[in-house]
């Protein structure tokens, strides 16, 4: 396990963390690795998620962007929307924003931990390192500063278009491609944040393991790419693109 030393720099408070993720990963994530703190970030990070979330779906702009989206994914997965399904989101549309938010306080910890055991498992059983789990899992948590931050990106921009997407995919950028096809849904998917979030955990695992971050970075990318077109594959044979 590695431990903090006499000669170890000054411990970085929570503030410093959360700006040295975005602009000094590997000096910040070598004082998570010496100092995990996993607790006060992910309350920050969680917090500003839910709240962002909330803001949103309580006002009518969310709400009905809430249920275009709810509509748009049924019809995705060749379901055609009855008025039954209509006048079941029209009664749960009050409840969306409290949904939400509760969906994040107990949804992003659960994931996060998930990936922690994971990398654990590998780094760990497989590789011969020695880290502990509360150390990966304060990489991990730190991490979600960047998610915070796409969230913080997002909202106003969906908010200002009435209509619940994700401006920051690669599909965004490139709107000549159809979005209905299976190209167009593959890039549609591919988040432009949750590709710096990879980045970033790569660079923390690369920091707490000793180990270069380019192999650990192009092996969490391509894993993520392969899950994500696996996925688009099964909306498409769905949606008949």
Same mark, same amino acid.
């Given at each position: 396990?590695?431990?903090?030393?006499?000669?170890?720099?000054?411990?970085?408070?929570?503030?410093?963390?959360v700006?040295?993720?975005?602009?000094s990963?590997?000096?910040?994530?070598?004082?998570?690795s010496?100092?995990?703190?996993?607790?006060?970030?992910l309350?920050?990070?969680?917090?500003?998620?839910?709240?962002?979330?909330?803001?949103f779906?309580?006002?009518?702009?969310?709400?009905?962007?809430?249920?275009?989206?709810?509509?748009?994914?049924?019809?995705?997965?060749?379901?055609?929307?009855?008025?039954q399904?209509?006048?079941?989101?029209?009664?749960?549309?009050?409840?969306? /924003?409290?949904?939400?938010?509760?969906?994040t306080? &107990? #949804?992003v910890?659960? +994931?996060?931990? $998930? @990936?922690?055991? *994971? =990398? !654990?498992?590998?780094?760990?059983?497989?590789?011969?390192?020695? /880290?502990?789990?509360?150390?990966v899992?304060?990489? &991990? #948590?730190?991490?979600? +500063?960047?998610? $915070? @931050?796409?969230? *913080? =990106? !997002?909202t106003?921009?969906?908010?200002?278009?009435?209509?619940?997407?994700?401006?920051?995919?690669?599909?965004?950028?490139?709107?000549m491609?159809d979005?209905?096809?299976? @190209?167009?849904?593959?890039?549609?998917?591919?988040?432009?944040?949750q590709?710096?979030?990879l980045?970033?955990?790569s660079?923390?695992?690369?920091?707490?393991?000793?180990?270069r971050?380019s192999?650990?970075?192009?092996?969490?990318?391509?894993?993520?790419?392969?899950?994500?077109?696996?996925?688009?594959?099964?909306?498409?044979?769905?949606?008949?693109a």
């Amino acid at each position: 396990m590695h431990t903090a030393t006499p000669d170890a720099p000054t411990p970085k408070g929570l503030l410093a963390r959360v700006v040295g993720i975005l602009f000094s990963p590997r000096e910040t994530y070598a004082d998570v690795s010496l100092r995990p703190r996993p607790l006060a970030i992910l309350a920050v990070v969680l917090s500003i998620i839910a709240a962002a979330n909330y803001t949103f779906l309580r006002t009518e702009v969310g709400q009905r962007a809430w249920m275009d989206q709810a509509l748009t994914q049924s019809e995705a997965y060749g379901r055609q929307p009855t008025p039954q399904m209509i006048e079941g989101l029209e009664r749960m549309r009050p409840y969306a /924003a409290p949904i939400a938010a509760l969906g994040t306080l &107990v #949804a992003v910890p659960i +994931v996060m931990a $998930a @990936l922690a055991g *994971l =990398f !654990v498992g590998v780094f760990n059983a497989i590789l011969g390192g020695d /880290a502990t789990f509360k150390q990966v899992f304060a990489i &991990v #948590a730190h991490s979600g +500063v960047i998610g $915070a @931050l796409q969230q *913080l =990106f !997002v909202t106003p921009l969906n908010y200002a278009r009435e209509f619940m997407s994700n401006p920051a995919s690669v599909g965004t950028l490139l709107p000549m491609i159809d979005s209905g096809s299976f @190209l167009g849904m593959f890039l549609g998917a591919v988040d432009l944040f949750q590709i710096w979030s990879l980045i970033s955990i790569s660079i923390g695992l690369g920091v707490l393991y000793k180990r270069r971050t380019s192999p650990i970075g192009w092996s969490l990318l391509a894993t993520a790419f392969v899950i994500v077109l696996i996925l688009t594959g099964i909306k498409a044979a769905r949606s008949g693109a």
